[in-house]
C-alpha cells in the first residue's frame, strides 16, 4: 500500500506506536524512513537529514549512524554467538557487554541463535539495533512472536532506550507496546488518521 501524503513529526526522546490494518503502510513507513525504500514524491527528513536525496553510500551510513533497525524476526547470523551477532552492527564489546546484561542475556553469551528462544533472539536483535546509540529506533512487530515474559523484556528495552533520550517508532498490534507508548498513531490506506 502506497502511502498518502503522510506527515509525521517525531520528538527526541519519544516513544510511538503506529497501528493499523494489515496493508496499510505502516512497514512501508518504516522502511522509507529507515532509508530502505525510496519516495515516490515528497521527501523524507529524518535526524535533520533529507533521506530521499542520499545516494545508496549515503543511506548506508545514514543507517550505521542514525537508525536502529529491530525486525519482527531477529535476522541473526546464525553461526555467530550473541556477542558477535550485535558487534556486527559495529560498536565496541564493553557497550555490547552493557547491552548483553541490560537485557537478561548474560547467562547466553556463547550461545548462536539456534540455542535461544525466540524472545533471547529478539532481545539480541534489539542490542545489535541499539549498540552504536542510534538516535532513531524503528522497530516492526518486534513482539509479534514472543510469548508475554520476552514480549516485556523487549518493551523495557525499547522504554528504557527512550528513557536514556532516544527515540522510537514501532509498528505495532500488541496491547502489550501500546500500552507503554507516548503517543498511539493510526495508519489507514495510507493516511494518518487521528
Do not use: W
Request: charged fraction near 25%.
Amino acid at each position: 500500500m502506497a502511502l498518502d501524503n503522510v506527515s509525521l513529526q517525531m520528538g527526541v526522546g519519544e516513544f510511538i506506536a503506529l497501528r493499523g490494518p494489515s496493508g496499510a503502510g505502516k512497514s512501508t513507513l518504516l522502511y522509507l524512513l529507515a532509508g530502505l525504500l525510496g519516495p515516490d514524491a515528497g521527501s523524507i527528513e529524518v535526524a535533520g537529514r533529507d533521506v530521499s536525496k542520499m545516494s545508496g553510500f549515503e543511506k548506508t551510513r545514514f543507517r550505521k549512524e542514525v537508525i536502529g533497525l529491530v525486525f519482527q524476526d531477529a535476522r541473526l547470523i546464525p553461526y555467530l554467538d550473541i556477542r558477535e551477532n550485535i558487534l556486527v552492527a559495529g560498536g565496541d564489546q564493553n557497550r555490547a557487554d552493557q547491552l548483553i546484561v541490560s537485557l537478561g542475556l548474560e547467562g547466553r553469551i556463547s550461545h548462536v541463535p539456534g540455542e535461544l528462544s525466540a524472545g533471547e533472539q529478539q532481545r539480541v536483535g534489539l542490542a545489535r539495533a541499539l549498540i552504536h546509540c542510534p538516535e532513531l529506533v524503528l522497530a516492526d512487530e518486534p513482539t509479534g512472536n514472543l510469548d508475554d515474559a520476552s514480549a516485556e523484556a523487549v518493551v523495557l528495552g525499547l522504554r528504557n532506550y527512550v528513557k536514556d533520550g532516544g527515540s522510537v517508532l514501532v509498528v505495532t498490534h500488541d496491547p502489550r507496546v501500546l500500552s507503554k507508548a507516548d503517543r498511539l498513531i493510526f495508519l489507514e490506506k495510507g493516511k494518518i488518521l487521528l
